[in-house]
């Protein structure tokens, strides 16, 4: 049984001037440990997918599955998210931005502040544990982002172009962190970008959609090895 199953579904924004159709038809299953692209031109409906996912938008039509029917998926413990933006809490220090998701689940507190230190650590932010977010550059902002994304241990993380705001170079740096995160954990990833060679080099698989409303044009295994 896939750990995700979509099927037909559709998402409609109301606004006040007009209906947006955002997502057409996507129908798409991924496997436990499968690190999925999901690629498709700006504004096709990306970014509405993961939400959809993540439970923050509910959908119009079609079903969503995450997870089995004896063993449902609880969003908030279960996935983890990294968005375009770091998205720190400005007040609180790194670790504290870290332990966040742990705090709301209501995690033990003194395990996953080791974690969030060996977190931390792994993402390269050693030494920047008790910094505020604006005394870190950007690709550290982000790389923290990942921290706070992993510590409660999802076994699902979404990722909605994380990098792409940063440069070429950081985002190539990142892009090989993210892999070895994902080849170390056996976690299933779901990983946002209009960018088919991103697509192709970080996913084990890459889902392919349409322009305009999302429809699902392509889903195949990249069998390439990456260097
Ligand atoms: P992508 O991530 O592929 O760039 P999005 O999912 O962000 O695409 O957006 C898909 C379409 O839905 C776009 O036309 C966008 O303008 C529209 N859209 C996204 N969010 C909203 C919203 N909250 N209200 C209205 N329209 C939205
Ligand atoms: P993305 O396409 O990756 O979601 P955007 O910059 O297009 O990034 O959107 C930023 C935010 O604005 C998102 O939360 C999105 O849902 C919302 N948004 C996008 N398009 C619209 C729209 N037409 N009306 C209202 N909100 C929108």
Redesign the pocket.
């Known amino acids: 049984e896939p750990l995700i199953r979509l099927d037909g579904v559709q998402k409609i924004?109301h606004?006040r001037e007009r209906d947006?159709l955002a997502v057409s038809d996507v129908t798409m299953d991924v496997e436990e440990g499968e690190f999925v692209s999901l690629v498709g031109p700006?504004?096709c409906g990306?970014?509405t997918i993961l939400k959809i996912l993540a439970d923050l938008i509910p959908s119009d039509s079609g079903t969503v599955q995450i997870g089995s029917a004896d063993a449902p998926f609880d969003p908030s413990r279960d996935i983890g998210m990294v968005f375009?933006q770091a998205l720190l809490l400005k007040w609180r220090r790194i670790i504290d931005n870290v332990l966040l998701p742990a705090e709301i689940i209501g995690l033990p507190m003194k395990e996953s502040r080791e974690r969030a230190y060996d977190l931390l650590s792994m993402v390269g932010l050693k030494g920047f544990e008790d910094r505020y977010p604006y005394e870190l550059s950007g690709g550290m902002q982000q790389r923290a982002a990942i921290a706070r994304a992993l510590i409660h241990d999802p076994k699902l993380i979404l990722m909605?172009?994380p990098f792409g705001a940063l440069d070429a170079l950081t985002r190539e740096k990142m892009n090989l962190e993210i892999l070895r995160i994902w080849e170390a954990s056996n976690k299933t990833i779901l990983f946002v970008t209009h960018s088919i060679q991103e697509a192709v080099f970080l996913g084990s698989h890459c889902a392919v959609l349409t322009a305009g409303p999302a429809r699902m044009a392509d889903y195949f295994k990249v069998d390439v090895p990456y260097p």
């Open positions: 924004y606004t947006i700006s504004g990306k970014s375009q909605d172009e």
